[in-house]
């Protein structure tokens, strides 16, 4: 069994910065690909950032240059630094990792619950 928490959410003003954290824990072999999707109200979930295990990484041109997503693997923990957070950035945040548990010899992906960002204006 494998869980996903994330932490760090809130609400900030416009401008500002946050950290979400999400860290996995669980009957975990080996963590893969994590990343941050985010989903506005009435709107479709979206990738917003991306890892790999060597650290390469991915973003949606809405946040390139303003977020960075980065993991510690000894941790199971992926973070996402938002910085000049805008109006438009105010969603759920979740986070996904594709993990190899001991009893499943294939990855799987997991969700965590999501944390809800709020930018003022």
């Known amino acids: 069994q494998v869980q996903l928490v994330e932490s760090g959410g809130g609400l900030v003003q416009a401008g500002g910065p946050l950290r979400l954290s999400c860290a996995a824990s669980g009957s975990i072999f080996r963590t893969n690909r994590m990343a941050w999707y985010r989903q506005a109200p009435g709107k479709q979930r979206e990738l917003i950032a991306g890892?790999?295990?060597?650290?390469?990484?991915d973003y949606a041109d809405s946040v390139k240059g303003r977020f960075t997503i980065s993991r510690d693997n000894a941790k199971n923990t992926v973070y996402l630094q938002m910085n000049s957070l805008k109006p438009e950035d105010t969603a759920v945040y979740y986070c996904n990792a594709d993990i190899m548990t001991y009893s499943r010899s294939s990855l799987y992906a997991y969700w965590g619950q999501g944390t809800q960002v709020t930018v003022s204006s």
């Open positions: 890892i790999s295990r060597g650290d390469s990484t």
